[in-house]
């Protein structure tokens, strides 16, 4: 769908003829991938690739590490399911459901405290360190962020006191 600009169209009427909000948001999700280019297209999604597969090769590297003896095929595997464990909304960051799931799947393989140290070392290096490494930065992006945001229009609101935070609507 992303790849097929044809399709877009298509995607976003079949999603506005169940629900015009729907039909919206689909238009919204779609409509930057007609403005790129194919080279530009296989590189968003190598990068993505490359993004989701990051947590499977640290954790991977972390069994090494430990001597944890365990086959690519389950790592990958069990990973995967550990690092779906970690998607649970009541957690902050994934801590708990994700290092509990890599202590039970890979029990087999190693003592539950070098698996505890992998599933923490993991949320480190995986979102801890990303996030507090991004912190200096933050403060730039929003900058710009603000810079862009385009100027009110005079007369658009008129008669509404936009700084209320509702819709004259």
């Not at 079949?14 to 409509?31: I, K, T």
């Not at 970690?86 to 509990?100: D, F, I, K, L, S």
Request: glycine letters at 10%; aromatic letters at 8%; a positive charge.
């Amino acid at each position: 769908v992303l790849q097929c600009p044809p399709l877009h169209g298509f995607s976003a009427r079949a999603a506005g003829r169940l629900s015009r909000r729907l039909g919206g948001f689909a238009e919204g999700v779609l409509s930057p991938f007609r403005e790129f280019s194919p080279t530009r297209k296989l590189f968003f999604l190598a990068y993505g690739a490359v993004f989701q597969l990051r947590p499977l090769a640290v954790c991977y590297l972390l069994f090494r590490a430990y001597d944890v003896a365990t086959s690519v095929r389950h790592a990958i595997g069990c990973t995967s399911m550990a690092v779906l464990a970690g998607h649970m909304p009541v957690t902050a960051v994934g801590v708990g459901p994700r290092e509990a799931a890599i202590v039970e799947l890979f029990s087999a393989y190693g003592s539950a405290e070098v698996l505890l140290s992998v599933g923490l070392l993991l949320t480190a290096t995986v979102h801890v360190i990303p996030m507090l490494a991004g912190i200096p930065w933050s403060a730039w992006v929003l900058k710009r962020l603000l810079q862009r945001r385009p100027e009110p229009v005079p007369g658009q609101n008129e008669g509404h006191d936009c700084s209320c935070g509702t819709s004259p609507l």
